[in-house]
C-alpha cells in the first residue's frame, strides 16, 4: 500500500480518537462539576441531553458510528499497520458509546412511572422526623402524595404498578431483633444513618447516589405484630419529578439484605 492511503488512515484513527475521548470527557464533566460545585444537576444534565442544542448523547452515535467506520477501515487496509490504526479507531468508538449509554442509564424507562417516593405501605406510609431538617430547601415534599398532580391514590396506585414486589415484610421476632438486622442492613449498603430510635422501631438515613450527588432520604418503621413483628420502609428523593426506578432498587436491595 502507498504512503497516501497509510497517512490517510493514521489521521483518520487518531480523528477517531481524539473525537472520541472529547466525549467521554465531555460526559465525565457534566457529573464531575456537580461534584466539585461549580454548578448544580440542572446544568449537569443540560450538558448531556438538552434538547435544544447539541449535547452528550445526541453527538455519541454519530462519533461512535465514525469511529466504528475508521476501525473496521484501519483493520482492512491498514497493511502492516493495520492493528494500531484499527485500534485506536475502537477505543474511540468505545469511548463514544460509553458517551452514549452511561448517561441515558440515569433517564427512566418507558415502564418506570414519574414518581420518587417509593414505599412498602401506601395505605399507611412511614413518617420522616429525624431526617426533615436536611430537606428544608428540598423542592419535594415528604407528604405522601403530596406532589404535583398528585394524590395518595393516584401516587399508590402507580407504585403498586410498577413495583409490586415492594411490600411490608413480616418476621417472627421481636422488635429489637429486627430492628438490629434492620439498622445493620442500612450500614452494609452505606448509608448514612441520621437517627435509630429502638423506642420508636423507626431508623432514618441518607443516600447519596454516585454520579450527580442526588440525596434520597430513607425511613424504616418496625412494629410488633401478634406473631413478631412487621418492616416498612420508604425511600424519597429530594429533587426531581422521576428517579428512574432508584428509589424501587434501593428498598428491594435494603429489604434482600435485612433477608
Do not use: C
Not at 251 to 259: I, M, N, S, T
Amino acid at each position: 500500500m502507498s504512503d497516501s492511503p497509510q497517512t490517510w488512515l493514521r489521521w483518520l484513527s487518531r480523528l477517531a480518537l481524539l473525537a472520541g475521548v472529547a466525549l467521554g470527557i465531555v460526559a465525565l464533566a457534566a457529573p464531575l462539576g456537580v461534584w466539585l460545585g461549580a454548578w448544580n444537576f440542572q446544568t449537569g444534565f443540560r450538558i448531556l441531553f438538552n434538547p435544544e442544542s447539541i449535547n452528550v448523547t445526541t453527538a455519541a452515535p454519530w462519533i461512535a458510528g465514525g469511529a466504528a467506520i475508521a476501525s473496521i477501515l484501519g483493520f482492512a487496509l491498514g497493511g502492516r499497520n493495520a492493528k494500531r490504526f484499527g485500534s485506536l479507531a475502537a477505543v474511540g468508538a468505545l469511548l463514544a458509546g460509553a458517551g452514549f449509554i452511561v448517561p441515558n442509564s440515569y433517564r427512566p424507562g418507558p415502564e418506570i412511572p414519574p414518581i420518587h417516593d417509593i414505599t412498602t405501605d401506601p395505605d399507611d406510609p412511614p413518617s420522616f422526623v429525624d431526617v426533615l431538617p436536611l430537606r428544608a430547601n428540598a423542592p419535594n415534599t415528604t407528604v405522601y402524595g403530596g406532589g404535583p398532580n398528585q394524590t395518595p391514590e393516584s401516587l399508590a396506585a402507580q407504585q403498586r404498578g410498577a413495583y409490586p414486589d415492594i411490600v411490608t415484610r413480616e418476621f417472627n421476632e421481636p422488635v429489637a431483633a429486627v430492628f438490629v438486622r434492620a439498622a445493620a442492613a442500612a450500614r452494609s449498603l452505606g448509608w448514612d444513618i441520621v437517627a435509630e430510635n429502638v423506642d420508636e422501631g423507626r431508623i432514618e438515613a441518607t443516600d447519596t447516589t454516585f454520579w450527580f450527588r442526588f440525596k434520597d432520604d430513607i425511613v424504616i418503621r418496625i412494629r410488633p405484630t401478634a406473631s413478631g413483628s412487621e418492616l416498612d420502609a420508604r425511600s424519597v428523593s429530594r429533587v426531581g419529578l422521576s428517579d428512574a426506578g432508584k428509589n424501587a432498587a434501593r428498598l428491594r436491595a435494603f429489604l434482600e439484605a435485612v433477608g
